[in-house]
């Protein structure tokens, strides 16, 4: 059974930092590209990041790009994101999602999602 | 980048009725088109990929049509389970969400 268990949100203030972390099971993780969604509180889903099985690879969406780092340890089963210099505009839902085989990256499974809140 | 554009962002509709979702990109996509559901503070579940492709365990009833630009999500017959928000998400060039169409109860 596929799982993916996010970890590592939070009360931040802006200007803060704060790492999360998907533990994955149930599949062969370094198989799989990864990626990160997220949705502010009444909004929609918006793409954040995206990376590779191998680690290589990775993608931002514009609003976080030079803020925020996608990373992956295939050896223990887990993605990152590494998230500096946090805005208001930051506090949402964080899912972590995988993809599914083949060449266009297709987010079949999601996890229950973590809280980030950016705020003083 | 891609848009996404849905329409209507929110459908009102009886149980049984048939109903149907428009999804328009900005420019071309090819079939890269995926529709997610979720209800209010669950997952979004995937249901349709690759336009027209039903993913495992989703009932008959919705279909996805369309390539190109524009695309369609139908339920042929609306059951009380399916009152919730639905999404287009194109993968055919990075990731791009449209806004979503909330289905209510008339």
């Known amino acids: 059974e596929v799982q993916l268990v996010e970890s590592g949100g939070g009360l931040v203030q802006p200007g803060g930092s704060l790492r999360l972390s998907c533990e994955a099971s149930g599949f062969t993780f370094n198989s799989n590209a990864m990626s990160w969604v997220r949705q502010a509180p009444g909004k929609g889903l918006e793409w954040v990041s995206a990376i590779s099985g191998s680690g290589g690879n990775p993608y931002y969406a514009g609003s976080v790009k030079g803020r925020f780092t996608i990373s992956r340890d295939n050896s223990k089963g887990t993605l990152y994101l590494q998230m500096n210099s946090l805005r208001a505009e930051d506090t949402a839902v964080y899912y972590c999602a995988k993809a599914g085989s083949g060449s266009y990256w297709l987010f079949d499974f999601w996890g229950q999602g973590i809280m980030v809140t950016v705020s003083s | 980048d891609i848009q996404m554009t849905q329409s209507p962002s929110t459908l009102s509709a009886s149980v049984g009725d048939r109903v149907t979702i428009t999804c328009r990109a900005s420019?071309?996509?090819?079939?890269?088109l995926a529709w997610y559901q979720q209800k209010p503070g669950k997952v979004p579940k995937l249901l349709i990929y690759k336009a027209s492709n039903l993913e495992s365990g989703v009932p008959s009833r919705f279909s996805g049509s369309g390539s190109g630009t524009e695309f369609t999500l139908t339920i042929s017959s609306l059951q009380p389970d399916d009152f919730a928000t639905y999404y287009c998400?194109?993968?055919?060039?990075?990731?791009?969400f449209g806004q979503g169409t909330k289905v209510e109860i008339k």
């Open positions: 998400q194109q993968y055919s060039s990075y990731w791009t």
């Open positions: 420019q071309s996509t090819g079939n890269w």
